[in-house]
C-alpha cells in the first residue's frame, strides 16, 4: 500500500463544476502540499498545509491531521484548470527539511 | 526575481554512459531537491542539499549523486545509465527546506537509448 493515496486518479467536469480531490496518507506528517502539474511538466506549488484550510481564488485546501486526509477543491471550474494535481507529504521529522512523499496524481480535465 | 532553472532541457544519452544535469535556485534560496519523475513510479524524491550539506536523500542506487556550490547551484550525476533512468528530472528550491513552499524549475528530460 504506497503511503499516500489520491483519489479519484482520472476526473472529468464540465465547466463551472464544483470538483473535489481526495488524498489520504498513512504517516504521521509535518506538512502537506498540493502541487499542479500541466502538460510540458512544469509544477507549480498551489499550497502547503499542516492544519485547518487555506484559500487561493477558487481554490480551497483542508487538511484533517486526525484522519490523515486533505482535500483540494476547485469551485467554479474553468478548462485552464485542466492538469494534474499532486499530493505530497512530508513526515514527522521534527526539522525543517525532509523528503516528501508523493501520490500518484490525479488527472483533471474540464471541458467547455 | 528569475525563476528556477534547469540545464539542459532534453538530453539523449546511451546505457553505460554518464550525465550530468544542473540546477539553478531562485537568489536567496539555499535549499535545493531533486526529484525523478516517470510514468510508471511517479514522482520521487532523489536528495536534498542546503548550504552545500545533503540533508536528506531517497531510496535510490549509488549511481544517483549530488553536490551544492557555495552559490547555491546544484548538479546531479548519474553514471552508468540504464534504460530505466528515462525521466523527467526536476529540481525545487526552497528559503528554507523541503518542507516548506518550493519553487519547481522546468525539468530535464532524459532519455536513455
Known amino acids: 500500500k504506497n503511503e499516500v493515496e489520491q483519489s479519484p486518479q482520472n476526473l472529468t467536469a464540465q465547466e463551472g463544476e464544483f470538483i473535489t480531490i481526495n488524498c489520504s496518507y498513512s504517516v504521521g506528517i509535518s506538512a502537506l502540499h498540493w502541487l499542479q502539474q500541466h502538460p510540458g511538466g512544469g509544477i507549480v506549488s498551489l499550497f502547503m498545509l499542516s492544519s485547518g484550510k487555506k484559500k487561493h481564488g477558487r481554490l480551497i485546501a483542508t487538511i484533517n491531521i486526525q484522519e490523515k486526509h486533505s482535500s483540494l477543491h476547485i469551485t467554479a471550474s474553468h478548462p485552464r484548470d485542466s492538469a494534474v494535481y499532486i499530493c505530497a507529504v512530508r513526515d514527522a521529522g521534527g526539522t525543517s527539511y525532509g523528503k516528501l512523499t508523493f501520490g500518484q496524481g490525479t488527472i483533471l480535465t474540464v471541458h467547455p | ?113
Open chain 2, 1 to 113: 526575481k528569475a525563476g528556477v532553472t534547469q540545464t539542459p532541457r532534453y538530453l539523449i544519452k546511451t546505457r553505460g554512459q554518464q550525465v550530468t544535469l544542473s540546477c539553478s535556485p531562485i537568489s536567496g534560496h539555499r535549499s535545493v531537491s531533486w526529484y525523478q519523475q516517470t510514468p510508471g513510479q511517479g514522482l520521487q524524491f532523489l536528495f536534498e542539499y542546503f548550504s552545500e550539506t545533503q540533508r536528506n536523500k531517497g531510496n535510490f542506487p549509488g549511481r544517483f549523486s549530488g553536490r551544492q556550490f557555495s552559490n547555491s547551484r546544484s548538479e546531479m550525476n548519474v553514471s552508468t545509465l540504464e534504460l530505466g533512468d528515462s525521466a523527467l528530472y526536476l529540481c525545487a528550491s526552497s528559503d528554507t527546506g523541503a518542507s516548506y513552499e518550493q519553487y519547481f524549475g522546468p525539468g530535464t528530460r532524459l532519455t536513455v537509448t
